[in-house]
């Protein structure tokens, strides 16, 4: 029997109707600014909250890879685990993810190489409640069609630990990366924009710095920016706001960021 890992977060984070959730993606991807560079990025940083809170944002960094659709084969997704405590990077024993928009097909082939890494795990205990990656899978099953996915629930882990997996699983043209985060987390709307502007701005250095404070995706953001750091990515923001500035309350808000990096035109 195949086993499917069930969505944990639908009807909570986003429509659990399928026509519904159809239905908001495509709102949010049409309501996004257009790109304004031409290349799309071989990484995406994105926020994973509720729709109503970080979709906007999410859909901003989406709508740069809609350019993409029938090249990606492969999506390397990787977000922070916030209710199972695990040593390293997890990955499941599960052949598919299902979301109400119909199944994500696990790419085992490329997850058994990286499962000989002292840091890799397999948990579906660190999946199955884990929002930090369901959330992006309708976005990544409206912009890409069909693509095939490894994801890693990241728990306690080096940058180094992290930049070695993304290694292994950098891939071409082919293949996309996606680190999902939240930025600062419950403070006042002004003090929340001077934080995550700062977060922001070590991100596009390529210093891998940060601190669970600044972003919760911290552990991958920074093993992702010594990867990129050894390739000479660069760095753009898309979208920077918080949810003082898409749900309303400000007076406790969660911050988001959707940042790409590029690869460079001689690879």
Known sequence: MIRIRPPAVAGLFYPIDAAKLESEV??????APRPARTASPKVLIVPHAGYIYSGPVAASGYAHIAPLR???????????THRVAVRGLALPSTAAFATPLGPV????????????????CVSDEAHAPEHSL?????????????FDLVPF??????????????????????????????????LPYPRARARDEFTVETILRLKPELDHQQACGATPING??????????STELIDLRNSGDTAGDK???????AVALHESANG
């Open 134 to 146: 369901e959330v992006h899978l309708p976005f990544l099953q409206a912009t890409l069609g069909q």
């Open 26 to 31: 495509a709102a949010l991807l049409l309501a």
């Open 70 to 80: 029938g090249r990606v084969r492969r999506v390397v997704l990787l977000g922070p």
């Open 251 to 257: 007076s406790r808000v969660v911050g988001y960021a």
């Open 153 to 186: 629930a990241v728990g306690d882990a080096s940058a180094e630990e992290v930049a070695e997996v993304l290694e292994r699983l950098w891939g071409g043209e082919d293949t996309l990366i996606v680190i999902s985060s939240d930025l600062s987390h419950y």
């Open 224 to 233: 992702l920016l010594l990867a990129a750091r050894a390739r000479r990515l």
């Open 105 to 120: 097909r696990l790419d085992r082939d490329a997850m058994r190489p990286v499962t000989e890494l002292r840091q890799v």
